[in-house]
């Protein structure tokens, strides 16, 4: 089954205002699922906010069953959060390092993931060793798997998609490696989710994280966590509250046994329902049908860009996905992004993935090279991708 453009379009209400290329960002929502959070926030409204979750409680608890089928888990595993950020660092940081280890990761790892483990590393007393990159700039297998064996390894982080590359990491391949060395294996899939089909089996990992707002078209501040229900009892929160543990007689706690031991009580309804629609949506059209349709506009994309005059693709990868990374010489990528934005055609700008990926062991940014980032979806169309291409020759 292939997307029915003109379909999804008409659901897209921001479609009619930009060109919007910017999902790797936050997409734009379909309507359906702003209309399920503004008529949340309306019950709240009207009738009051612990009232509306009561009288929204079968829906509201259907979003993890929604979530869980989009990854292929089961919905006691998964957790709610209202960013990437901390869905990833709920269970990250919950984690029993033991001082003198080593936790693994590539050289495409998220920022905010590379500071908050700067910051265990500082407070356990751990290692962080960078993986190398492959010649197609894929986390090298073959250097994890020798790095495995010199054993001392709590655990492999690993970015599947990057912030700023059009590359997809072969997060199986890892997964298959850790599982064998009896590695906890932690991906973050905030880029990845919603643009192709994910797995959590065959991924082979034990926690991974995802975020709302980006290819999965939810709304801002939702995301949610995965963790295996085998590795949940070794992972106790760092922050505990009445919704995730409660005291017990003998001065003790009892944490919750399902992954909602990592929520907070407190959060939005609305974003949530929002959430699970946005989930449902991506569910009906396939996530099959998704990764074709935005691989191949990517595609079509980088090949258009590649013909003009001036501007270098810095794409790597083999297999790759919806975000786009370029730059034009002579032009500052933020100058370029002011002036597409005039024409309302959304961009963003992100660091060099090169000048990024190898100041990871010093921690020193090497230059401030920017790049433009152009991230297509499903409903974006060959006459906005020719309308970038048109602008930029
Ligand atoms: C690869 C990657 N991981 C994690 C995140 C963080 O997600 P959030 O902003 O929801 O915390 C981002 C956001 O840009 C990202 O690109």
Redesign the pocket.
């Known amino acids: 089954m292939s997307i029915d453009v003109e379909a999804v379009r008409r659901q897209t209400r921001g479609v009619l205002s930009v060109t919007h290329l910017n999902n ?2 936050s997409s734009l929502v379909p309507g359906s699922v702003m209309d399920t959070v503004v008529g949340h926030l309306r019950r709240e409204e009207e009738i009051g906010g612990y009232e509306a979750a009561e009288e929204a409680a079968v829906r509201l608890d259907e979003v993890y069953s929604s979530v869980a089928r989009l990854v292929g888990a089961a919905p006691d595993e998964i957790a709610l959060a209202e ?6 660092a709920a269970a990250v940081y919950s984690f029993p390092f033991v001082p003198g280890t080593r936790v693994l990761i590539g050289r495409t790892e ?1 920022a ?2 590379v500071v908050a483990l700067r910051q265990l590393a500082l407070r356990n007393g751990l290692e962080i060793a960078v993986l190398d990159d492959d010649p197609d700039g894929l986390v090298d297998v073959q250097h994890l798997q020798r790095e495995l064996e010199r054993g001392n390894v709590a655990m492999v982080a690993l ?5 700023a590359n059009g590359l997809v990491n072969p997060a199986a391949e890892v997964g298959k490696r850790c599982r064998a060395a009896g590695v906890m294996f932690v991906l ?1 899939a ?2 990845s989710v919603g643009q192709m089909p994910l797995d959590v089996q065959s991924l082979g990992c034990d926690v991974l ?1 995802g ?4 290819f999965l078209r939810g709304p801002r501040g939702t ?1 949610f966590l995965y963790v295996r229900a085998s590795v949940l009892e070794r992972l106790e929160p760092a922050m505990l509250d009445g919704h995730s543990a409660v005291p017990t007689g003998a001065g003790g706690l009892e944490v919750r046994g399902d992954a909602r031991r990592f929520e907070s009580w407190e959060t939005s309804a609305a974003g949530r329902l929002g959430l699970g629609r946005a989930v449902d949506y991506a569910l009906a059209l396939g996530l099959d049908a998704v990764q074709e349709r935005v691989a191949g506009l990517a595609e079509e994309m980088r090949a258009e860009l590649a013909e003009v005059p001036g501007v270098i693709v810095h794409d790597r990868g083999i297999i790759r996905c919806g975000i786009v990374t370029f730059s034009v010489q002579g032009s500052d990528a933020r100058n370029i992004r002011s002036r597409l934005a005039e024409h309302r055609v959304n961009v963003s700008v992100a660091p060099s993935p090169f000048a990024w990926a190898y100041s990871i062991p010093t921690g020193t940014r090497q230059g401030e090279d920017m790049v433009v980032r152009a991230s297509v979806h499903y409903y974006n169309t060959h006459t906005e991708v020719q309308r970038l291409v048109s602008f930029l020759r």
Do not use: F, L
């Open positions: 790797a960002g960013s990437g950020s901390r869905a990833w998220y905010g993931n970015t599947h998609v990057p912030m973050d905030c880029q994280a975020t709302g707002r980006k995301a």
